[in-house]
Every structure is written in structure tokens, then in C-alpha cells.
């Protein structure tokens, strides 16, 4: 346990027993929990059991790590407080004016959602600017993706390779300044894939129809190697053209790639 998630964990004790006298509950068996991942800051939650309740929170410990300490130790806190509270004495849920009422009163602001941007603990964090200029901020994994074509969709609006993008944060750390990511840009270096039109040709002897994924990856080396490829064009051959996974394609290339 990190000390900033020992100051979180002590910041939820401290308001549990203020909530406990406030509103006169006994909150000693709500679990705490620091698992929670993605863009969410935190979540309480309510299990029925066969002996009766069994109330949780959970927390976001990338960004408690991160930038976004002060904002959960004082407003993500009683916020999921206040939800427990609501649980407990069964006046109120999800975010009424009873759920409101109780989050200020606890000490949080009574928002609803966080503006707080989440930087990713392990790789790089990029922003990618969608619909009505709003940012997404994204892993260094689904980047890849997005750069290879894949588009997601938040409700922000659709993240795709064409939206605006800049790298700000390497390593779970914050830049000074983001870095617009441009083909160009050694952040982003251009994936050579190969196409049809490339992987399929004079230089391509494609194997048999009825060839295993190793023999085709295998194949793929060749002409990668005789064109002055990387290994990164054929991972890009595996993914587009024989519907491998990222992992499992980097996995046949890289086995393959000195046997070639």
C-alpha cells in the first residue's frame, strides 16, 4: 500500500464514522477496496446476501498514485460515502437530491461526475480530441489499435485515427507540456503493414491454401525481410489478414522471426 492510498483508506475511516454519528447507522462493516481501474474515480456498491447486506467501496488506485490524490481524499470519498449512507438507511439512491443533501453535508462537493483527467499507471497515457473538441484520455495499448484502424466509441463521441491526439504522460507520469503525436513524431513511429497489394506479390511466395498461421507468419517474414520490413509490419500482416490478436501475433512473429 502506497502512502497516498494509506491517506485515501484514512480519509474513508475519518468520514465512515462521521457519517455513523450523523446520520446515526452503523457503517463498521462497509469493505473498502482500492481495484477499481478505467476512467472511474470511485463506486460503492450493495450485495444481498443470504444474511442481509453486504456494502462496498471501491477505489481508483492509479489515480490516487497519480494527480488526482486531492480530488478523491476530498470529494470521491464522500461522494461514495454519501451513497452508502443511503443504502444503509434506506431513505435514498443513485444521485437525488437525499444523495446530494448527504455528500455536502459529509463534506464533497454534490457533483454528480469528475472533470479529473486519468493517467495510466503503466505505459503511456495519449488524449485523443473527439466530437465538440472533448478529450479522451486512452492507455498506450488502445492507441496502437486506434492507430491501426480500430475505432471505439465513448460517449464523448467516436475515437478513431483521425481525431487530434497528443501524448501526456510516459510511464504513469505527467509531461510538462503534452506532445502532439504526428506521423512524424518518434512517439508514434508509422506502422509498415502489409497489404494486400504488398504480401501479395512478385517477391511474396504466399504457401498453400490449407498453411498453418506459423507457415504464412513464417512467409510474411521473408518478404518483410527481402523488403527491408520490421518485425512490426508483420505483426500488422498477422492482425489485418489472418485475425490474430495483437498478443498473439507478436508472439508468432517474434518466434519465428530468426528462424526465417
Known sequence: MTDKIKQVSEAVDRTLRVAEKMFNIDLSNVAVRFDLKGRC???????????GRDLYMRFNSTMINGDS???????????????????????????GRGWKAACI???????????????????????????????VPVSSTVHRKIQRGSVYRSKLGKIHNACKVELIAQSGRRLASPIEVT???PTQAPVTSLTKRTHISATF????????NAELIRAA??????AGQDQESVIAYGIAELNMKQTLAKTYTKNNWDKV
Open 41 to 51: 474515480a470511485g463506486q460503492a456498491g450493495m450485495c444481498l446476501t443470504e444474511t
Open 105 to 135: 453535508a459529509l463534506g464533497g462537493s454534490g457533483e454528480r461526475t469528475h472533470n479529473e483527467e486519468v493517467i495510466y499507471a503503466k505505459g503511456d497515457t495519449y488524449r485523443y480530441t473527439v466530437t465538440g473538441e472533448n478529450t
Open 69 to 95: 490524490f486531492d480530488y478523491i481524499s476530498n470529494d470521491t470519498v464522500p461522494h461514495e460515502i454519501a451513497h452508502i449512507v443511503g443504502w444503509a438507511t434506506g431513505k435514498f439512491r443513485n444521485h
Open 205 to 212: 511466395t504466399k504457401p498453400a491454401k490449407k498453411s498453418s
Open 221 to 226: 517474414i521473408k518478404h518483410a525481410k527481402d
Open 183 to 185: 506521423a512524424a513524431s
